[in-house]
């Protein structure tokens, strides 16, 4: 058997880049990518994204949704990495560790849909918690991230990177419209009553992501403290049917010891780090995940992915 063609549609953007990087030299695959001058050529495109095995959409989300329309050939099978699809019931949601047997759901889809960024973090911390009934479904959760600046795209990083990086802002807090893409896919794969608080930020570094929820312990059951919180999570991730598993729990005694969290502690590598810091007086949890922007929370999770479709073939 033939080794599979697996298509980049839109690799010129920041993900897609680093997905051609991680797959250029591949013997167990064919890496399939049009010229500069056929990229807006529709005919080009259909034709590519119906000759290939696998199609991988780097792309805004109105060019993928264009993109999964033009394909007819009913054996293409798709990783989409934009948000166009990630609340679809007919999409598989590409978080192989986010559930038992999600890795082989993954496997065996034709229609994969890659977590945003974000939710990777806020799903990673909550969903296992929001099963379990640790913390309840309707619980007030606010979500606050602050991201390297790569994670706005290619204008972001010619704003950083530029001429004009001089005078790019150190720290921006964003999305305060309140209106951002993300908490509604954060919520149905948590499981979540409620669309949750969520407030972005970028930093003046180029990749890498701290993620923060902070829970009150009066607000769950009774029993409930930052030592079941931790044992939940670190039960749901050793037990992960995820091949390679890309998510860590810092056991707590470690966490006790922690004085910050650095958002790029893990740039460079498709790991996703978890911890629970408890201060008993005064009730409070801080849930925290640190991981790449770029990696497990784009083109880490994109091939992570497409290694798991490839076995099935």
Request: with cysteine; proline share 6%.
């Amino acid at each position: 058997m033939s080794a599979p063609v697996v298509f980049i549609d839109g690799d010129q953007g920041t993900t897609g880049l680093q997905i051609h990087e991680r797959l250029r030299g591949r013997t167990d695959l064919q890496l399939s990518t049009l010229a500069a001058a056929d990229r807006k050529d529709p005919r080009q495109r259909e034709q590519a994204l119906n000759a290939c095995d696998i199609a991988i959409l780097c792309l805004p989300d109105a060019a993928a949704r264009e993109a999964v329309s033009m394909i007819a050939n009913p054996k293409v099978r798709v990783i989409d990495a934009s948000s166009a699809h990630r609340t679809r019931p007919d999409w598989t949601y590409g978080f192989p560790e986010m559930a038992t047997g999600q890795a082989q759901r993954i496997a065996d889809a034709h229609r994969v849909t890659n977590p945003g960024c974000y939710p990777t973090g806020a799903i990673g911390l909550l969903r296992p918690l929001v099963q379990a009934g640790l913390v309840p479904r309707d619980y007030p959760l606010s979500i606050h991230a602050v991201s390297g600046y790569s994670g706005g795209g290619r204008a972001a990083v010619d704003v950083y990177e530029g001429p004009n990086a001089s005078q790019a802002l150190p720290y921006q807090t964003y999305g305060l419209a309140l209106a951002h893409k993300h908490p509604p896919e954060i919520q149905l794969h948590t499981g979540l009553a409620h669309r949750p608080f969520f407030v972005p930020a970028y930093g003046a570094f180029r990749q890498g992501i701290v993620l923060t929820v902070p829970l009150e312990l009066r607000l769950l059951a009774r029993g409930v403290d930052g030592a079941t919180l931790h044992d939940c999570l670190a039960t749901h991730y050793a037990a992960s049917d995820a091949e390679t598993t890309h998510v860590q729990v810092v056991p707590l005694e470690a966490s006790r010891s922690m004085t910050h969290l650095d958002p790029q502690a893990l740039s460079g590598t498709d790991d996703m780090r978890l911890a629970v810091f408890v201060n008993e007086e005064h009730g409070h949890v801080l849930l925290a995940a640190v991981f790449d922007n770029l990696g497990k929370g784009a083109s880490g999770a994109a091939v992570q992915n497409l290694n798991l479709m490839i076995e099935r073939m």
